[in-house]
């Protein structure tokens, strides 16, 4: 079976001894057929004499998991394997499997435009087991609502030809399995809850500060659905135009929190990359400041359990703590609650799951799709 070849993707040919040499042609789905880190997969009507070409990437435990009976692996039962798919405004990551440690295969290949993007979705998951269930935590903003007309859809956003791409529908019908959808951070809060940084808590913020200002709130262990998705990152803080005179990113707002502390923020206010800053520049008690404000708003309004900090800007070492300091000045003791005051620490924490908390949530969607009898699919 020959596909369309893509960048990044091993593609090979089988060596003669691990092939059929006679008889009739038979029809395979995964085989073994490479000793090496990543085993390939490969499908198709297996020729007498004819090469296989071996169409992507895959750790060698899929073939394994594949060629056993299904639903064991070795003695043990074998977990349901789900499917998790992160579509972000430049990469999109598949995975398929039960959690951290327990994926079978994953790939990651370029957001592109809509129709061939979702194409390449399908045919990651048509390559292998087929999936319980499978999660998308999408780049918004979205439509998450079930029983909407657009549910699934991606609405208002300026990347090209995305505004209003049915994206949850199409893969719901490509894959024909049940499908769940929410946004990208909404997705992360779940993967730190279930496997990560908010493992056990129940109500819990999850805060992205990259690009943007993005955050995912689960309040009784539930994503926040409310008139639209809560829009964390445009709340307004106090900005000090005598200490910062800056005038914001936000092309809607200018000065709200996404537009004072998001990188692009820190970059135009100072005229050079946050990793170019020296450790005692001026920026990261600023910085600091205008993360506790706005961990402030959140903590005030939701209550949070926990607020899990991450994105690239959170990256840079110490700015956890100074942000912690700064938030514990703020609360000022109203609350007589030791975790917004000596227990900070366990209160304002960093990811766990890094990079992977969004696929790893949307494994968590599904799985939570699942066994809800499919209430949030398409099919
Ligand atoms: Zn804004």
Redesign the pocket.
Known sequence: MRRPDRAGRHRRQLTASNRILAGPPRRFALRRCDPGKLSPYAEGTEEPGAPIEVVARWPERVVELAARPRGHRGAGRMSTLYGGVETGGTWCVCALGSGPGELVADDRFRTREPASTLQDIVAFFSRGPRPAAVGVGSFGPVDAHVGSPTWGHVTTTPKPGWANAPVAPVLARGLGVPVAFDNDVTAAALGEQRWGAGHGVENLCYVTVGTGIGAGLLIEGRPLHGLVHPEV??VRIPHDLRRDPFPGV?P??GD?W??LACGPALRERWGAEGRELSDDHPAWALEAEYLALGVLAIVMVASPHRVILGGGVMERPGLLELTRGRLRELVAGYMDQPLLGGDIARFLVAPALGDDAGVLGAIALAQAVSSAGAASSAV
Do not use: L, R, V
Request: hydrophobic letters at 0%.
């Open positions: 990152g445009h936000c809607y707002h709200c996404e537009g």
